[in-house]
């Protein structure tokens, strides 16, 4: 019999049941559910709305139940609907009346947005310690490629020369944000709905602030409707993984471009690889593109809750319960995705020779040609003229700006001199950016430092 069957005379339809059932996908909020019904339990005793028997009691019979659900020595069907119900049903088998009154002064509703928001709390932590490991491996690499020179692009043009040290920060700043947005949703959904009740409270003389506490909680939400009604926060956590699984989509492109022939920057471990079935000389980079596929699925998580909550009344409807499955689907992908993306980046191995190749070609050093006539006073516009034209006589001599005489500058304008070369050497090039954020190695250990102290500063709230 279902715990709410009193106001039906029939049963309902199997198939009913089963599309109403939600415990195949909800069991994993056991842990939360039991520690909330702890928490309100012990209220209700508090406050002299049940007695202390019957707190003691619902307390060792739902901690009995949580073991025996670790050890996998209980588990539920369809019948008791989800987490919630079926754990109450077991304790009242287990302890009888005492049982019956634990769901006094309380909803579903505010039940299940309490075992959410405690679950997610705990999994975006735990996504955020993932992140915080792989930065220290973005800053491992950038200390490393600090004096690796390498092409940086525009439209997959070869643009200007960098390091591979300022690559590797460009990512460590987008992953460093990831991490902030994560810990704004967690700061923003720091809220205990519990007290809500299925919309408009209770009449009980509950105390919601003792719950929230008990909980790790750092507030109440403040209205019940909306308590129980809005998920704007697993909109906005499936918003924030869309977003980092973005980023490393992007750098999983960057890495299977590199580890191609035609780039070869990058040499990916060969457990980090996969072969081909067919063609003996392949390394495929596998997992680089699977974190890339991968990503695609995570944005339709966020779409999904998205349609199934634009058209919806206040307070709650049926339709919430699909916001588990797209919730738990992005955070199991981008926990699985990390650690062996970050693997990856630690064992893939540089081809420093390569990138200088590729950064001597491409006349990636022509704007600081424009720059070092600009420097002598000739007028932006025009030095961009003239090194246009320099370079268009490159390309038909088929030399480079470095191979040219400075015979062949001066046809283009009086103003060059021997100067020139030591402007357009790329390891001067690099070193001349010493702008804040820029690819000079001084600038580079700036930006390190920075993401180092932003490292230090969530170990120390840790400890």
């Given at each position: 019999?279902?715990?709410?069957?009193?106001?039906?005379?029939?049963?309902?339809?199997?198939?009913?049941?089963?599309?109403?059932?939600?415990?195949?996908?909800?069991?994993?909020?056991?842990?939360?559910?039991?520690?909330?019904?702890?928490?309100?339990?012990?209220?209700?005793?508090?406050?002299?709305?049940?007695?202390?028997?019957?707190?003691?009691?619902?307390?060792?019979?739902?901690?009995?139940?949580?073991?025996?659900?670790?050890?996998?020595?209980?588990?539920?069907?369809?019948?008791?609907?989800?987490?919630?119900?079926?754990?109450?049903?077991?304790?009242?088998?287990?302890?009888?009346?005492?049982?019956?009154?634990?769901?006094?002064?309380?909803?579903?509703?505010?039940?299940?947005?309490?075992?959410?928001?405690?679950?997610?709390?705990?999994?975006?932590?735990?996504?955020?310690?993932?992140?915080?490991?792989?930065?220290?491996?973005?800053?491992?690499?950038?200390?490393?490629?600090?004096?690796?020179?390498?092409?940086?692009?525009?439209?997959?043009?070869?643009?200007?020369?960098?390091?591979?040290?300022?690559?590797?920060?460009?990512?460590?700043?987008?992953?460093?944000?990831?991490?902030?947005?994560?810990?704004?949703?967690?700061?923003?959904?720091?809220?205990?709905?519990?007290?809500?009740?299925?919309?408009?409270?209770?009449?009980?003389?509950?105390?919601?602030?003792?719950?929230?506490?008990?909980?790790?909680?750092?507030?109440?939400?403040?209205?019940?409707?909306?308590?129980?009604?809005?998920?704007?926060?697993?909109?906005?956590?499936?918003?924030?993984?869309s977003i980092l699984m973005m980023h490393m989509s992007r750098f999983s492109e960057e890495i299977i471009l590199w580890c191609s022939w035609e780039f070869h920057f990058v040499e990916l471990d060969d457990a980090y690889s996969t072969g081909s079935s067919i063609m003996p000389q392949k390394k495929n980079p596998d997992i680089a593109e699977l974190v890339r596929g991968k990503t695609g699925r995570v944005y339709g998580d966020l779409m999904s809750l998205l349609t199934v909550m634009k058209g919806l009344p206040l307070a709650y409807n049926k339709d919430m319960q699909e916001d588990k499955e797209p919730l738990f689907d992005a955070f199991d992908t981008a926990l699985r995705c990390l650690p062996v993306?970050?693997?990856?980046?630690?064992?893939?191995?540089?081809?420093?020779?390569?990138?200088?190749?590729?950064?001597?070609?491409?006349?990636?050093?022509?704007?600081?040609?424009?720059?070092?006539?600009?420097?002598?006073?000739?007028?932006?516009?025009?030095?961009?003229?003239?090194?246009?034209?320099?370079?268009?006589?490159?390309?038909?001599?088929?030399?480079?700006?470095?191979?040219?005489?400075?015979?062949?500058?001066?046809?283009?304008?009086?103003?060059?001199?021997?100067?020139?070369?030591?402007?357009?050497?790329?390891?001067?090039?690099?070193?001349?950016?010493?702008?804040?954020?820029?690819?000079?190695?001084?600038?580079?250990?700036?930006?390190?430092?920075?993401?180092?102290?932003?490292?230090?500063?969530?170990?120390?709230?840790?400890?």
């Amino acid at each position: 019999m279902k715990l709410w069957s009193g106001r039906f005379e029939s049963n309902t339809d199997e198939l009913v049941d089963e599309l109403n059932a939600s415990i195949g996908f909800d069991i994993r909020l056991y842990s939360e559910d039991i520690e909330g019904s702890i928490a309100h339990a012990t209220m209700l005793g508090a406050q002299g709305i049940i007695s202390a028997e019957d707190v003691e009691q619902i307390r060792e019979g739902l901690l009995a139940i949580r073991e025996d659900i670790a050890a996998g020595r209980l588990s539920f069907t369809r019948e008791t609907e989800d987490i919630h119900m079926s754990v109450e049903t077991e304790l009242t088998r287990r302890i009888g009346d005492a049982g019956k009154r634990l769901h006094t002064a309380r909803s579903r509703n505010d039940q299940v947005a309490l075992d959410f928001r405690l679950h997610m709390k705990r999994r975006a932590l735990e996504l955020r310690g993932l992140l915080l490991d792989l930065e220290e491996t973005l800053l491992h690499l950038a200390e490393n490629g600090r004096d690796i020179i390498m092409p940086a692009y525009t439209h997959l043009q070869r643009a200007q020369p960098t390091t591979f040290g300022h690559y590797m920060m460009a990512y460590a700043n987008m992953f460093r944000r990831d991490i902030l947005r994560l810990e704004d949703c967690v700061e923003r959904m720091d809220e205990s709905p519990l007290g809500s009740g299925a919309l408009t409270g209770t009449t009980h003389p509950i105390d919601r602030k003792a719950v929230a506490e008990a909980l790790g909680f750092a507030r109440i939400t403040q209205n019940s409707i909306d308590g129980v009604s809005d998920r704007d926060y697993a909109l906005e956590l499936l918003s924030t993984l869309s977003i980092l699984m973005m980023h490393m989509s992007r750098f999983s492109e960057e890495i299977i471009l590199w580890c191609s022939w035609e780039f070869h920057f990058v040499e990916l471990d060969d457990a980090y690889s996969t072969g081909s079935s067919i063609m003996p000389q392949k390394k495929n980079p596998d997992i680089a593109e699977l974190v890339r596929g991968k990503t695609g699925r995570v944005y339709g998580d966020l779409m999904s809750l998205l349609t199934v909550m634009k058209g919806l009344p206040l307070a709650y409807n049926k339709d919430m319960q699909e916001d588990k499955e797209p919730l738990f689907d992005a955070f199991d992908t981008a926990l699985r995705c990390l650690p062996v993306f970050r693997a990856m980046l630690e064992t893939m191995r540089l081809r420093p020779e390569n990138m200088r190749r590729a950064a001597g070609e491409g006349f990636i050093n022509a704007t600081d040609c424009a720059d070092w006539l600009v420097g002598r006073g000739m007028p932006f516009r025009d030095a961009y003229t003239v090194t246009g034209k320099l370079v268009h006589y490159c390309i038909e001599k088929g030399k480079t700006l470095e191979e040219l005489y400075l015979e062949e500058y001066k046809e283009f304008s009086e103003i060059f001199d021997e100067g020139i070369y030591e402007a357009i050497c790329l390891e001067n090039c690099v070193a001349a950016r010493r702008v804040a954020g820029g690819p000079a190695a001084e600038a580079v250990e700036d930006q390190i430092a920075y993401i180092r102290a932003f490292l230090d500063e969530r170990k120390e709230k840790q400890e």
